[in-house]
């Protein structure tokens, strides 16, 4: 089982591990191959647009033909709304929004009110993947009348995400963005770099990962980034921590899984509901203070 620190009590800049354990990565493997053959299960149905949210037709996967309802007006004044804000799940590279199945349920348990939005495999940049995330952002905030959301991106979809709220001004809508296994300092380990553009801007030393290192004052969002000792696709290790002077981030070290098991392992999930309903610095100063388990 997964077993993850304290959030408040962490270090913001944790060191790499140290020599990983060969029956704790024989298992992290086996457990990476079994969740693969479920994602693959359930891809498919993962494909088409959420119904009852919106998707815009540039983000949508091959042989989507639906066209994107129009936004609706912003709710009125009077309406009451729910003190957490929507969240939004932003997934990984030649990935849906099937990969938040166990995420969102647990979410939605909670009373939490996750949206998923699927961009296209053939978007060949981060920056207008970003963009279309803004405007998705947008409609959701016009429709549900609240003025920020919560986002949890997986992968590529945190870097995007981070683009985002970083050089694109989301920061202004984004509350919490949470990454599970986001290759924040680029990954030395990037398959089909030669052949996909956008994958050779998650290599350290792209265009995009220097424009993510430089300022960013007065960002409003708070950063939490999930990072696991034995993922394999982040190299090294550390590069799934947010390390920025000028950004308010969490580093939150799991171990026992790999990459394509952040987003479904339930003991995660916990944990990320966890940092979603952690309150914002003034919100609640008795809370703040507190100790949150995630064990």
Sequence with gaps: MARLAHLPSLPRLPRPPGPRLSSALLGATALELFVLAGRLAVYPFGLAPERGGTTPAEAGPPGTTDPPAPAPAPAPATTVLPAAPP????HGFIDNRSAFVVLRRTLARHGRRPESLNYSPLTRDVRTAAGLLGRHVEEICARTGHS????????????IARYYVQRLGGDRRVRTLVTLGTPHGGTAVAPGAGVHPIVRQMRGGSSVIEELRGPAPGCRTRFVSFWSELDQVMVPVGTACVDHPDLDAVNVRVTGIGHLALPVHP????AVREALEAPEAGEDDATATGTTSAA
């Design 148 to 159: 920020r959301v919560d986002i949890v991106g997986h992968s590529l979809g945190g870097l």
């Design 267 to 270: 003991t995660v999930a916990a």
């Design 87 to 90: 969240v939004v799940l932003l």
